[in-house]
């Protein structure tokens, strides 16, 4: 299981880190030493595993957070709770929720508020089905998964802002050091990654 006190210990470390390679990154000599190069390339994959650790508790919890839609859904039907029809409809859409999910790479405002409004909306219809059911209080496991479902709903925005501080690092450690990123790494594919946080022209 992903532990994730250890986002907050990575976050922390970042202070020292650029502060060592503050000098290096914003200011290139006319010919970079080798040193300089190495010590940008530590400081970039430092970077890197962050960004991916943060990344992934984050999709890792929405994951958890859709198995527990799935499983509220088995647990109605094993109180016979709705119509087997309903259950499979509803089954259906939460087994389709990843397909509306959002890429680091490449995740646009308009996607992100699509997946969210779908996959809250679920929540919320499917929650408002097992509420309704009568013997509700005779099924604890009901009433745990739910519980379940609003903590890791009540995170997101946290882990969002938290991974939004880490791709603005890497965001800025690319601007500064765009004339030599393929010494300090070859195999780069991207170059600014796109934010949770809202472009200043949208807000």
């Known amino acids: ?98 397909k509306h999910r959002y890429y680091m790479t490449k995740m646009k405002s308009a996607q992100i508020d699509i997946y969210d409004s779908i996959s809250f909306a679920l929540s919320s219809e499917i929650f408002r089905l097992a509420l309704d059911f009568q013997d509700f209080g005779r099924y604890p496991f009901l009433n745990e998964l739910m519980d379940s479902i609003d903590t890791r709903e009540s995170k997101i925005l946290r882990y969002r802002l938290n991974y939004d501080k880490i791709a603005k690092i890497h965001n800025q450690f690319i601007v500064d050091n765009n004339t030599i990123i393929d010494q300090i790494n070859a195999d780069y594919k991207h170059t600014i990654l796109p934010l949770f946080e809202l472009p200043f022209e949208e807000q």
């Open 1 to 98: 299981m992903i532990r994730k006190s250890n986002l907050s210990i990575l976050l922390s470390s970042f202070v020292a880190i650029l502060m060592m390679s503050a000098c290096s990154s914003s200011k290139h000599k006319a010919e970079t030493t080798f040193d300089e190069i190495d010590s940008l390339r530590a400081y970039f994959l430092t970077i890197e595993d962050s960004l991916l650790y943060s990344w992934n508790v984050m999709i890792h919890d929405d994951n958890e957070r859709i198995s527990d839609l799935s499983r509220l859904l088995d647990e109605l039907k094993y109180a016979n709770a709705l119509d087997s029809n309903i259950i499979i409809d509803y089954k259906e859409k939460v087994n389709n929720l990843k």
